[in-house]
């Protein structure tokens, strides 16, 4: 098979061992480009159009474009910048800035968040932050999964509000499955705490507001049970 296929225009060349470039090397019409020295550039082109398909600049950044602009950006230190338009993994009809779509009718994960670990104290993990704000760092909420025991078992938090308020976690799943809202350390299937005094933990009730209970201390009330009747559900 050939090392280097070129063709334009009907006209195309083919070699086939190795391309070894030194100093200066130009196609007419800047189609392919290679310069040395201290304001190196890497041009290729596919079409006659002025607008560089593939270019490297000095200092490592590469760009990838079309005839509308930029599309890609591959930064010296590795970062990849999506300059317009969405981008779709698995598709070519893209909605969103990220569409991944997968044709299976079974579960198949479309992200994976991996951290290498062992640590089992709950302080390693991943998450996921949301921004509403200008300022990328105002992150109002957050889904955290962090390592809490052996063979990479991990918990879920939630958490709400600014991160530089004191108490942003609002809810926590624990590996075993117990539900804490308002405790990190939940005991039991769900287990529910607030802090407050006098007030009411959990309300439950219709939307006529005329059956309720409502559990909690309240007017020296643990327990609060509004409607029309309690028997054996009949």
Do not use: C
Request: aromatic share 6%.
């Amino acid at each position: 098979s050939a090392s280097l296929l070129y063709s334009h225009s009907g006209t195309k060349f083919v070699l086939n061992k190795p391309l070894d470039v030194t100093g200066t090397t130009q196609v007419t019409a800047s189609e392919f480009r290679i310069t040395s020295g201290a304001a190196y550039h890497t041009h290729l082109n596919y079409l006659n159009s002025g607008n560089n398909i593939i270019s490297q600049a000095n200092g490592g950044t590469t760009a990838i474009r079309n005839s509308a602009g930029t599309l890609f950006t591959f930064g010296s230190t590795g970062n990849l910048l999506v300059h317009s338009g969405d981008v779709g993994i698995g598709t070519q009809s893209p909605d969103t800035k990220l569409t991944m779509y997968h044709d299976n009718a079974s579960i198949t994960p479309l992200i994976k968040l991996w951290t290498a670990s062992a640590d089992n104290t709950g302080s390693h993990g991943a998450s996921i932050d949301f921004v509403g704000s200008s300022d990328k760092t105002a992150i109002g909420s957050r889904i955290i999964a962090t390592r809490e025991s052996a063979g990479g078992k991990m918990d879920l938090r939630f958490n709400t509000g600014r991160n530089t308020d004191s108490n942003t976690e609002k809810m926590r799943i624990m590996a075993g499955g117990n539900v804490g809202i308002g405790t990190d350390s939940p005991d039991l299937k769900l287990d529910v705490t607030h802090a407050t005094a006098a007030e009411y933990i959990a309300t439950f009730q219709n939307s006529g507001n005329n059956n309720q209970l409502k559990i909690g201390n309240q007017a020296q009330g643990y327990l609060n049970i509004q409607g029309a009747r309690i028997d054996n559900g009949n």
